[in-house]
């Protein structure tokens, strides 16, 4: 937190590509952050990017490197509870990414 933010270029995308969405995904299922906290997330792991951010409320990861320009409020568990708790949450997760990737696959076969 008390690093200088990187000096490199600022890369701004509009493209949603199918990977992107994927990595989307998978943090949502493993963290608890809002959905537009894991494009942010999902961009910055595609791209092996620095998450900058003033919102306290994005919490780091560790998988990812952070700058903030206003420190993260305190939080105890960045994983949701029921990731690792509750089996039948997680099954139906894993089924619901399942069918998202088989649609995937067919709007990519046309």
């Known amino acids: 937190m008390g690093r200088k933010l ?13 990977p992107l969405i994927r990595e ?3 943090f ?14 999902a961009a ?7 998450v900058v951010t003033a919102d306290g409320e994005m919490l780091p990861i560790d998988e990812l490197d ?3 320009f206003r420190p993260p409020k305190e939080k105890k568990n960045k994983l949701k509870p029921d990731v690792q708790t509750i ?8 089924q619901a990414l399942a ?5 995937i696959a067919l709007l990519e076969a046309r």
Not at 44 to 50: G, K
Request: charged residues 25%; proline residues 2%; neutral net charge.
């Open 99 to 103: 069918e998202a990737n088989r649609r």
């Open 44 to 50: 910055a792991s595609l791209l092996s990017a620095t």
């Open 6 to 18: 990187p000096r490199r270029s600022l890369e701004i995308t509009n493209d949603v590509s199918i």
């Open 28 to 41: 949502k299922i493993t963290y608890d952050m809002s959905l537009a906290d894991t494009f942010v997330c």
């Open 66 to 68: 952070f700058f903030y």
């Open 24 to 26: 989307a995904g998978r």
């Open 87 to 94: 089996s039948a949450e997680r099954d139906q997760a894993i």
